[in-house]
């Protein structure tokens, strides 16, 4: 199966700043079949972005994805109070999907 | 908009059985896949497996196959997953998560996600 490992384990940034998060798979993800999603403590998680750069209904443009073949990005601009979550990648380029360990975006 | 409804928790004992549903409400539930992903106490999401039910399709991921079955009632839009001889290491949440058919394969990302239903497997 395909292992995917994010990085960092944590981001601490304030408010207004820019989180990149990055992604990285141990094969190829053909395609960009790449997805990314926010959890935050309690709540389900909720899809960000899907075909590596593709946002999901109703995603605010300060949400961006990219990447391809091994390496995908997510990046958060402008960083506002409740974007202070936890952040998965998932590939479903080849089953079983399989999902990153997480990225958890705190407040510094 | 899409809701998805899923039962309440449960406590299990070792090698019991588990029967979860999840109610699909504002979709055509023809035009719908349901996948199932469960995540361990402070751990990450793992993909069970997920079923169409217009066509009957339906994948499991080889870790659960032989343990977890998933079925699918059109008539009231609800899909249950069944999970047997239950172990500690199944305690997690179990989350039924949606995917619209168009241009997907019915188990790609996860568009629409259940609250989730806490399950316990303890003595």
């Known amino acids: 199966e395909i292992v995917l490992t994010q990085s960092p384990d944590t981001l601490s940034l304030s408010p207004g700043e820019t989180a990149t998060l990055f992604c990285r798979a141990s094969?190829?993800?053909?395609?960009?079949?790449l997805a990314w999603y926010q959890q935050k403590p309690g709540q389900a998680p909720r899809l960000l972005i899907y075909?590596?750069?593709t946002r999901a209904t109703g995603i605010p443009d300060n949400f961006s994805g990219s990447g391809s073949g091994t390496d995908f990005t997510l990046t958060i601009s402008r960083l506002q109070p409740e974007d202070f979550a936890v952040y998965f990648c998932q590939q479903y380029d080849r089953p079983p999907q399989t999902f990153g360990q997480g990225t958890r975006v705190e407040a510094k | 908009q899409v809701q998805l409804v899923q039962s309440g928790a449960e406590v299990k004992k070792p090698g019991s059985s588990l029967k979860i549903s999840c109610k699909a409400s504002?979709?055509?539930?023809?035009?719908?896949?349901i996948n199932w992903v469960r995540q361990a106490p402070g751990q990450g999401l793992e993909w069970m497996g997920g079923i169409i039910p217009i066509f009957g399709t339906i994948k499991y991921s080889e870790k659960l196959h032989g343990r977890v079955t998933f079925t699918a009632d059109g008539s009231s839009s609800t899909a249950h997953m069944e999970l047997t001889s239950l172990r500690s290491e199944d305690t997690a949440v179990y989350y039924c998560?949606?995917?619209?058919?168009?241009?997907?394969?019915?188990?790609?990302?996860?568009?629409?996600w259940g609250l989730g239903t806490h399950v316990t497997v303890s003595s």
């Open positions: 504002g979709v055509s539930f023809n035009s719908y896949a």
């Open positions: 075909h590596s750069s």
């Open positions: 998560a949606g995917l619209g058919l168009y241009e997907t394969t019915g188990f790609d990302y996860f568009q629409h």
């Open positions: 094969q190829s993800v053909n395609s960009n079949y």
